[in-house]
C-alpha cells in the first residue's frame, strides 16, 4: 500500500480487476473517472459503464466528464489534489493539462509489450498477426499514443487457438497484478522508467467491421488467426447461399482444395479449404440465427461437400 491519493480511471470489463486490486491493497481512492452512461440493447436504456458499477459499490466518488479536456474538468482534478493517476482503457486521449498534476506521474496498464502494438486494439491485432508470446506493459503516460517511457512488463504465451476473448480476461487480470508491483516499486524507489524505442512499434488500429471479411485465398493459419482475433467483434464472416456466415471458432486442417471449398461436411465436421491447407469450423452463426457449435448447426442447416463459401457481407448480425 502506498498511501498516495489515487485517481483511477478507466471504462469496460477490462479495467474493472485493476480497480478491485487497488481497492483490495487498501489504496486511497480518492475518485474514479469514467466515461458517461450509453444506451444499449434493443430499448436503448442508457447504462453505466462496468467500472462505475463497481466503484458505486465501494462507494467511491465517480467522475463521468463528456471530455477531460474540458477546464473546468482539469480543475476538478487539481482540486482532488491526487499524487498517482491510474489509467485502464479509459477511452479518452488524456491532456497535458491533467497529465502534469499528480507528482507522480499517470500510470497507464497497456495490454502489450510495448513498444509493440500501441494504439486501440493491442490484444486483437497480436493475435491476428500471429503472435507467439504477449504481455502487459505499465508506462509513465506523456502527451503522445501509447510513447511514454515503460515501467514494467510482464510476458505470457500465446497458444495458436486461444482466442480474444479468454486473452482479454487473462490479460485485464495480468494487468491488474502488474499495476500493484509498479506502484509498490516506485513507491520504494525501485523503477526506473525507460524510454521506448520508436523503431521497433507497430499500431494497433481499431477494429472495423469490415476486417471481419474472410479472404479464403489465404492460407489457413492466417484465416484461423482473423477468426481468433475477431471472435467477439466484429466476427470473422463469409457467405453461404447469399446469407452472412459468422464463424467464431475454428482448427487448422491439411486439407486441399478450390478456396473456400467444402471438402468434408458430415458427422459434426464441416472442413473448408484455404489457399493453403484447410480450416476445421466449429462454431458458426448464420443470419438471423443463433450461434451454434457445428454438430447443431448442421443437423439444421445440411451444407454439402462441394459448396463454395462466398466473400460474406458486412450485415450485422443479432445474437
Known amino acids: 500500500m502506498t498511501g498516495w491519493r489515487t485517481i483511477f480511471m478507466g471504462t469496460p470489463d477490462f479495467a474493472c480487476p485493476t480497480l478491485q486490486k487497488l481497492i483490495d491493497h487498501g489504496e486511497n481512492l480518492v475518485a474514479v473517472v469514467t466515461q458517461p452512461d450509453r444506451p444499449k440493447g434493443r430499448g436503448q436504456h442508457l447504462m453505466p459503464p462496468p467500472v462505475k458499477e463497481l466503484a458505486a459499490r465501494h462507494e467511491i466518488p465517480v467522475y463521468q466528464p463528456l471530455k477531460v479536456r474540458d477546464p473546468a474538468f482539469v480543475e476538478i482534478i487539481r482540486e482532488l489534489k491526487p499524487d498517482v493517476i491510474v489509467v485502464v482503457a479509459f477511452g479518452q486521449i488524456l491532456p497535458k493539462a491533467l497529465l502534469d498534476i499528480p507528482p507522480h506521474g499517470c500510470i497507464n496498464v497497456h495490454a502489450s ?108 493459419r492466417s484465416i484461423h488467426n482473423q477468426v481468433r482475433g475477431l471472435a467477439v467483434w466484429p466476427g470473422a464472416f463469409s457467405s453461404i447461399a447469399d446469407q452472412t456466415l459468422k464463424i467464431y471458432r475454428t482448427r487448422i486442417a491439411d486439407g486441399s482444395g478450390e478456396p473456400g471449398g467444402v471438402l468434408k461436411s458430415a458427422k459434426g465436421q464441416l472442413e473448408v479449404a484455404c489457399l493453403s491447407g484447410s480450416l476445421l469450423i466449429e462454431e458458426l452463426q448464420l443470419s438471423g440465427k443463433k450461434r451454434l457449435d457445428i454438430g447443431s448447426f448442421l443437423a439444421g442447416f445440411p451444407i454439402p461437400e462441394g459448396t463454395l463459401l462466398g466473400s460474406g457481407s458486412d450485415k450485422e448480425i443479432q445474437p
Not at 502527451?143 to 515501467?151: E, F, Q, S
Not at 500493484?180 to 481499431?206: F, H, K, W
Not at 472495423?208 to 471479411?213: A, M, S, V, W
Open 113 to 220: 509489450l510495448l513498444p509493440r502494438y500501441r494504439g486501440a486494439a493491442p490484444l486483437n491485432w497480436c493475435i491476428i498477426n500471429g503472435e507467439t508470446e504477449t504481455g502487459v506493459t505499465t508506462m509513465l503516460m506523456d502527451v503522445g499514443l501509447d510513447t511514454g517511457p515503460m515501467l514494467l512488463t510482464r510476458t505470457t504465451a500465446l497458444d495458436e487457438n486461444e482466442d480474444i476473448a479468454s486473452l482479454h480476461d487473462r490479460m485485464s487480470v495480468m494487468g491488474a497484478e502488474l499495476l500493484i508491483e509498479t506502484l509498490d516499486r516506485l513507491a520504494s524507489g525501485e523503477v526506473v522508467p525507460q524510454q521506448q524505442n520508436d523503431a521497433e512499434t507497430c499500431y494497433a488500429a481499431m477494429l472495423k467491421k469490415e476486417d471481419g471479411l474472410i479472404d479464403w485465398g489465404r492460407d489457413a
